[in-house]
């Protein structure tokens, strides 16, 4: 679903993401872990086509994010970690805008609005402006409208971040079912507990390289997701002190 080769952004003499390979497959929850400034973001506005990048390539679903970014943003959704939305509209008339943009029919839009919308307690807030909605409501706007394509691939910045524990839990179990339906979903984010019992696989990167991955269980082995993150920046500074 997702193919990330030799993928490399550079900004003057530093490379954010440095000869970067990851492959997401249909029905995965793939974790993306890194200190601040590791390359987790740079990485996720690449695979949307926000960002252009120096070397390699991105495939989503057989298609280069370069070559044919409409047809690859038909099969995406983006979910950034500060969502942007047009607070001049009402929430309802955001979501129209999007399901517009997807073609989205009139019976499956109303659909999956009333279905996200209940579920996140936010129907009774859709006629009120998006400049009124606290950070929260504002993050559960943007996830709705991410799911409202039914994409194939959704990508997450720290999705979880401003979320009530109700709301986190519910999502948590969204991406399951979009996943369990053949999707898949590609997610950066700090809490180390949630990616481990959430994700399928996970990825560590640092200083813009893949410094582990693999499946949940190889990677962490017998200790915790947070242990061996832990370990693994330790050892690699220790690695880069001693150049």
């Known amino acids: 679903m997702l193919k990330i080769e030799h993928l490399t952004k550079q900004y003057g003499e530093k490379k954010a993401v440095d000869d970067l390979s990851l492959h997401i497959e249909a029905g995965e929850i793939y974790g993306f872990i890194g ?53 001049f509209m009402t929430g309802i008339q955001f979501l129209n805008f999007i399901a517009d943009i997807f073609e989205i029919s009139e019976k499956d839009r109303n659909e999956r609005i009333k279905k996200y919308a209940d579920a996140f307690e936010l129907t009774d807030s859709l006629g009120q402006s998006v400049s009124e909605y606290s950070h929260g409501m504002k993050q559960k706007l943007a996830i709705i409208s991410a799911l409202i394509h039914q994409p194939k691939l959704v990508l997450m910045d720290e999705p979880f971040v401003g979320l009530d524990p109700k709301a986190s839990h519910l ?40 410094i582990k991955s693999g499946t949940m269980e190889d990677v962490k082995g017998d200790t915790s997701l947070e242990d061996v993150f832990l370990e693994l920046e330790e050892t690699s500074y220790e690695k880069s002190s001693l150049k």
């Open 35 to 87: 200190h601040n400034g590791a390359g987790k973001t740079t990485t996720l506005k690449a695979c949307t086509g926000i960002m252009d990048f120096d070397q390699g390539d991105i495939l989503i679903n057989g298609r280069s994010i370069k070559d044919d970014p409409i047809a690859c943003k038909r099969d995406i959704a983006y979910i950034p970690d500060n969502p942007d939305l047009y607070e």
């Open 171 to 210: 999502l948590k179990g969204m991406m399951r079912e979009l996943c369990d339906s053949g999707s898949a979903i590609f997610f950066s984010t700090h809490v180390l507990e949630v990616a481990e019992k959430l994700c399928d696989k996970v990825a560590i990167i640092k200083q813009g390289r893949l």
